[in-house]
């Protein structure tokens, strides 16, 4: 159902899985299962090396794109379903050209559906640097 789920069933290797998180259909993601000891996170954006242009139309941003063993955005649509049910906790993980880090928790978080415009919902923030990550998520977030 999610990439904490498969953790907590002995799958404690960060890679590509398949998951159905809403039972209305199994799809591919990238779990990290190193950046927090003891639990699985379902990883929706990842941008390491430059090589996937993120300057993407707005289909390309619903459906997803790039590739999940390197740079990729999940899509729109399958983050809603990941946030659709129980609560879901977000984590922002930031790193500078010159290796400064910096992250944020939100303890409570949903993307909306497409007729709702695919708003985000975040709260309860925790972390080293709010500022960025709101600006960060905004940036890929909205229309």
């Not at 590739?67 to 984590?91: D, P």
Request: net charge negative; proline share 1%.
């Amino acid at each position: 159902k999610s990439c904490n789920d498969l953790f907590k069933s002995g799958k404690t290797t960060t890679g590509v899985y398949t998951i159905d998180p809403d039972g209305l259909g199994a799809f591919r993601v990238r779990c990290d299962m190193e950046t927090t000891p003891g639990m699985g996170w379902t990883v929706f954006q990842r941008r390491v090396d430059g090589s996937v242009d993120f300057y993407r139309n707005w289909i390309d941003y619903k459906t997803g794109f790039g590739n999940l063993s390197g740079e990729f955005w999940l899509g729109l649509g399958k983050i809603h379903r990941l946030s659709t049910s129980g609560q879901n906790v977000l984590r922002v993980d930031l790193e500078t050209f010159e290796d400064e880090t910096a992250y944020a928790i939100y303890e409570s978080f949903s993307v909306g559906n497409k007729s709702e415009g695919y708003i985000l919902n975040a709260d309860t923030y925790s972390g080293t640097n709010k500022y960025i990550a709101i600006n960060s998520l905004n940036a890929c977030i909205q229309k």
